[in-house]
């Protein structure tokens, strides 16, 4: 009896990085690369190659992270820390000074999530970008609410209230040339318009 074959997904390579001074010097124990790596095995189907950083608020060091995985081939790229209005805080300087376009609605959506919990949100200056053929998004340090801006906010139900960021990443990486990413809808359902869609692909049987 011949068992159903799995349907196959474009592997992607995904750059994560963590900016934070006293974590890359060993201070303590980084936090943001398990949870980035955490959620997107969760929300992802294919296959991912993560080429992981864990860097010091250094705007030049940052730019020339960014610029090294994107050369490497990530189509996503995702940072987390150093978005706040502190004086050490210059991810989004760092980030903005690669771009070749800006795509503001990440941040504007980010905050619209994080406002849902703090007043604070409105410090956080998270940009994402595009640079070649890559997707540049800055994310919150704390891996709780990296969580929250990815996958948005949920009633007791599981139904939507607030779309997360990643519902728009698939769509955008289409457009920019990049792997056609499939995630799993009960962590984050993915918008694409009808013309976009993909079947999935299956491997010939024997």
Known sequence: MNTPAAASYDPVRIGIVSISDRASSGVYQDQGLPALQDWLRR???NPIHFESRLIADEQALISSTLIELVDAGCSLVLTTGGTGPALRDVTPEATLAVAHKV???????MRQIS???VPTAILSRQVAVIRERSLIINLPGQPKSIAETLEGLKDANGASLVPGIFAAVPYCIDLIGGP???AREEVCKVFRPKSALRAPIYPPTR
């Open 43 to 45: 929300a992802l189907r």
């Open 103 to 109: 795509m503001p609605g990440f941040g504007e959506q």
């Open 115 to 117: 406002l849902k919990f």
């Open 180 to 182: 056609y990413l499939e």
